[in-house]
């Protein structure tokens, strides 16, 4: 029997497979620390759950527009305007099933075969799935941990060629936790402003900044404002990753063809869900700001213990929740020939599961989520310590003889 060229192209996410791993080993009964979470270790609030609840009741239980019920188009035109300054029509709003979907959506409306779409690397591993799954081509664009992996003019510059149709911005990063300046911002917006390209802008994890603030380059210019695709969605502001709720900000045309697309795909977004949606929109900046301020001390905590394991450098993120710590060095002079065999040891021997970097384009690093409570975290790096003290103490025993 035959299978698509397509799905043979695919490579399956790398941080599902990490997180896997982990639960076979919880399952066989091990106390692992799990810090591969892409996701708050914490409930929906309850507000939200319960205007689910109420919609069901209500009768909101049927198909709804493609593109969204008008109630939470609104609120997202409220949130857009109230965050960044920015107006959209309802028709330049599109809600779906999470910002990964919303993302391939957007994808499949603007690439055609062959076309290059930039992608700042470390980067978010379903960026390149959904540009191949476009028959695109990804170009990876290897950013500088000096520059704490934030992409510049120069580089931009030197990748970019006639076919390129689309750059991904992801501020702040999921793997890096780096976020862009406004300063940054409006460079890349000015080189950017005046050529056919699109601007995948995905923000969501726009609400966990710590010092730094967050700025769509959407705001830069009306013109970046006309060929900025800008992501977002409920799952990390919200707790919502369950329920599945994305959207999108662009010109009307994108939109209309998202929405075509998923009249022949999903349809719609659970209408319940949306309607709940509306109210996790309306909460207010506490619930947010108390979110924000609960990752900000794990990330202070967490930092500390990452820099007293020997060897080992990292760029504190200031965004998003996971660290991206840099393992050559020490994965070296513990004895391995990667990064990677040094993570599957450390989930083989310690049980602490973590995500080899290699998944993200960036071989010498590795992510750690700290969408965990501090004790936990507190015990991954406990034993990742010791576990690197021992294999330093093995080899230089090994030099010894
Ligand atoms: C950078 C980035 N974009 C998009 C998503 C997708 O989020 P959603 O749950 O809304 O599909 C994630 C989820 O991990 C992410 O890290």
């Not at 799990?34 to 009768?59: C, K, R, W, Y």
């Not at 540009?131 to 003019?153: C, D, R, Y």
């Amino acid at each position: 029997m035959q299978f698509s060229d397509r799905v043979k192209n695919i490579t399956p996410s790398q941080t599902m497979a990490s997180s896997a791993k982990a639960a076979a080993l919880i399952l066989e009964g091990h106390d692992v620390v799990n810090l591969t979470v892409g996701e708050p270790d914490f409930n929906t609030p309850p507000e939200i759950i319960e205007s689910i609840h109420q919609a069901m009741l209500d009768g909101k239980n049927r198909y709804s527009a493609g593109s969204g019920v008008k109630e939470l188009k609104k609120s997202v035109q409220r949130k857009m305007k109230n965050d960044h300054g920015l107006d959209y029509d309802l028709n330049e709003i599109f809600i779906g099933v999470g910002a990964k979907h919303v993302l391939y959506n957007a994808f499949q409306s603007i690439i055609n075969e062959g076309d290059e779409v930039i992608i700042p690397a470390p980067f978010w591993v379903s960026y390149p799935e959904h540009v191949k799954l476009a028959q695109g081509t990804p170009v990876l664009l290897h950013t500088k941990e000096s520059n704490a992996f934030k992409v510049t003019v120069e580089e931009l510059e030197r990748v970019v060629t006639d076919k390129t149709r689309a750059i991904i911005l992801n501020s702040p990063s999921n793997p890096t936790g780096s976020v862009y300046s406004k300063e940054e911002i409006d460079a890349l917006a000015s080189y950017l402003e005046d050529k056919d390209i699109w601007v995948v802008s995905d923000e969501i994890y726009e609400k966990l900044t710590y010092g730094q603030t967050h700025h769509s380059i959407a705001e830069s210019s009306p013109a970046m404002k006309a060929k900025t695709i800008v992501i977002n969605g409920l799952s990390k502001s919200h707790a919502m990753t369950g329920l599945r709720i994305g959207y999108a900000c662009a010109d009307a045309q994108v939109i209309k063809h998202m929405t075509d697309i998923v009249s022949h795909s999903t349809s719609n977004v659970p209408t319940p869900i949306q309607f709940g949606s509306v109210t996790a929109l309306e909460l207010g900046e506490d619930y947010l700001e108390r979110n924000r301020q609960l990752f900000n001390k794990r990330r202070e905590s967490g930092y500390k213990l990452i820099k007293e394991i020997p060897y080992v450098e990292c760029v504190k993120p200031e965004g998003a929740f996971y660290f991206f710590p840099n393992f050559k060095e020490c994965a070296t002079r513990c004895g391995f020939d990667s990064v990677d065999a040094m993570c599957d040891a450390i989930l083989e021997e310690v049980h602490v599961a973590v995500v080899a970097g290699s998944s993200f384009s960036a071989p010498d690093n590795i992510r750690m989520s700290y969408a965990t409570s501090e004790e936990k975290f507190t015990e991954g790096m406990k034993r990742i310590k010791s576990f690197v003290e021992t294999k330093l103490e093995g080899v230089s025993h090994e030099n010894d003889n």
